[in-house]
C-alpha cells in the first residue's frame, strides 16, 4: 500500500484548515444537499465532503457511510489533495497504491473512486468532494465536469462567498444553485432513462401578507414555506427559490403522476402547518407541473418557462373564481 504524500507546503495549509473552524462542526443541510446530488448523479454508493485534516480525513458530509472520519495514511483523498485535477481510481484492486489498502480490502470494499480536490480561497487544498462505489466504474468528461461543478459549489459554502448556492433566508437552493445542479440531475436521467417532473410553484396572496403583516412576517412566511416543502419533498429532489414568491422543485426519478402525489403531500402537510401556526393568514400556492421524457429531453430552462405558464394560468383562473 502507498501512503499519501505531504503537500509541501502543509503547515500553511494545516492553519488555513484550521481558521475555517470547520473541523467536527455537526452536520449542514447546504453540504448534505449537494453530497445527496452526487450520489444520485454518478449511481454510486457513497458521496462525501471529506476534510483532510493532520492525521485523518473528517467528513463534513457523508452519504452512504456510517464512519464519520478514517486515518489520513489509509485515505484516498490524502493523494487527491496533491494535485490539480481530479484523482480517479477506475478498481481499485488492479491499482498497486491501493491493491492492499484496509478500505480497498475491508468495509467499505472502495473500487472506484473520484475526488476533486477543495480549495480555500488562497487556493490552498482543504480536502475533496469524492464519490465511491464497491464497483469499477467508468468516468466520462462529462462526469469529471460535474463533479468539478459540484466540487466549486462546496467551495462557495465553506468560504461563504456571496455567490453562495444558497438562498440566505429559505436555506434551500437559490437560482444559481439550482441551473446548475438540474442541468446534470436531467442530463443524469437521460444517461439511465429516467423521467423527471419539475414543479414551479408561486405562492398565493403573499402580497397581502406583506402588506398587512409587514415584511418580516412576509420573510417568515417564506422561510416556514420553504421548511415544509424540505420536509416533505423526497430527500434527492431538488427544492429551489427563484427568487419573491418564486418556488421551484425538480423530483428526478419521478413520473409526472409521482411528483402529483408528492405535492398532494405537501398541501397536507402545508395544511397542518397553518392549522398549527394560527398565524392570522394561510400559506397556499399555485403550480405548474412539467414532466421530462429521457427520450424527448428538455433543457431546465424551457421546462422552467413551461411550468411558470402552466402555474399562470392556473393562479388567473383561480382570481376569476
Request: glycine fraction near 6%; proline fraction near 4%; charged fraction near 25%.
Amino acid at each position: 500500500m502507498e501512503q499519501p504524500g505531504i503537500p509541501h507546503n502543509e503547515s500553511i495549509r494545516l492553519a488555513a484548515l484550521k481558521s475555517l473552524n470547520v473541523l467536527d462542526t455537526p452536520p449542514e443541510e447546504r453540504f448534505d444537499r449537494l453530497t445527496r446530488m452526487a450520489r444520485r448523479l454518478f449511481g454510486v454508493q457513497t458521496a462525501l465532503v471529506s476534510i483532510v485534516d493532520e492525521d485523518r480525513q473528517w467528513f463534513k458530509s457523508r452519504e452512504g457511510l456510517d464512519a464519520t472520519e478514517t486515518p489520513r495514511n489509509i485515505s484516498f483523498c490524502g493523494h487527491a489533495i496533491l494535485g490539480d485535477e481530479i484523482f480517479l481510481i477506475r478498481d481499485a484492486r488492479n491499482d498497486q497504491r491501493f491493491a492492499d489498502n484496509p478500505l480497498v480490502t475491508g468495509a467499505p470494499n472502495i473500487r472506484f473512486y473520484a475526488g476533486c480536490p477543495l480549495r480555500a480561497n488562497s487556493g490552498l487544498k482543504m480536502g475533496t468532494l469524492c464519490i465511491l462505489d464497491s464497483q469499477p466504474r467508468d468516468f466520462t468528461d462529462e462526469d469529471a465536469l460535474a463533479l468539478r461543478d459540484l466540487a466549486s459549489m462546496v467551495e462557495d459554502e465553506l468560504s461563504a462567498f456571496h455567490t453562495s448556492t444558497t438562498d440566505e433566508l429559505t436555506r434551500i437552493s437559490n437560482r444559481r444553485g439550482f441551473l446548475q445542479l438540474a442541468r446534470y440531475g436531467l442530463n443524469f436521467c437521460v444517461r439511465h432513462h429516467q423521467p423527471a417532473a419539475l414543479a414551479f410553484i408561486d405562492l398565493d396572496r403573499f402580497k397581502p401578507i406583506n402588506d398587512q403583516y409587514g415584511h418580516a412576517e412576509g420573510d417568515r412566511a417564506l422561510a416556514a414555506f420553504a421548511d415544509v416543502m424540505r420536509s416533505s419533498f423526497r430527500s434527492t429532489d431538488l427544492c429551489a427559490r427563484l427568487g419573491g414568491d418564486e418556488f421551484v422543485v425538480l423530483l428526478t426519478g419521478a413520473t409526472k403522476a409521482e411528483a402529483e402525489t408528492v405535492i398532494r403531500k405537501f398541501c397536507s402537510q402545508l395544511h397542518d402547518y397553518n392549522v398549527s401556526a394560527n398565524r392570522g393568514y394561510a400559506l397556499d400556492f399555485s403550480y405548474g407541473l412539467e414532466e421530462f421524457l429521457p427520450n424527448d429531453p428538455r433543457d431546465v430552462e424551457s421546462l422552467l418557462a413551461a411550468g411558470d405558464a402552466q402555474m399562470y394560468a392556473i393562479k388567473a383562473a383561480k382570481r376569476r373564481h
